[in-house]
Nanobody
Framework: QVQLVESGGGLVQAGGSLRLSCAAS????????MGWYRQAPGKQRELVAS???????NYADSVKGRFTISRDNAKNTVYLQMNSLKPEDTAVYYC?????????WGQGTQVTVSS
């Protein structure tokens, strides 16, 4: 089993910044892709950003230029630096990891951006 623990969410004003962290623990031999998804009330969960074990990244168009995903393979941790936050970024943010072809999710962390 793999556990993902997120931290760093909170309330911030529009234009502000937050940094999310997700630490993986458990039966980890190698983690393939890690990523962040978000789900706003009444909407489907959507990809925010992902990063492979080799460092290749992918971003949703809505966050390009504002968010940066990174990972520390030695610590099995992925980060999401969020700058220039907008009210429409308000959502529960979930960490996702692919380990040995299985998908794991964190419990989610709330990000609220006030206007």
């Amino acid at each position: 089993q793999v556990q993902l623990v997120e931290s760093g969410g909170g309330l911030v004003q529009a234009g502000g910044s937050l940094r999310l962290s997700c630490a993986a623990s458990g039966s980890i031999f190698s983690i393939n892709a890690m990523g962040w998804y978000r789900q706003a009330p009444g909407k489907q969960r959507e990809l925010v950003a992902s990063i492979t074990s080799g460092g290749s990244t992918n971003y949703a168009d809505s966050v390009k230029g504002r968010f940066t995903i990174s990972r520390d393979n030695a610590k099995n941790t992925v980060y999401l630096q969020m700058n220039s936050l907008k009210p429409e970024d308000t959502a529960v943010y979930y960490c996702r990891a692919v380990v040995a072809a299985r998908i794991y999710w964190g419990q989610g962390t709330q990000v609220t951006v006030s206007s």
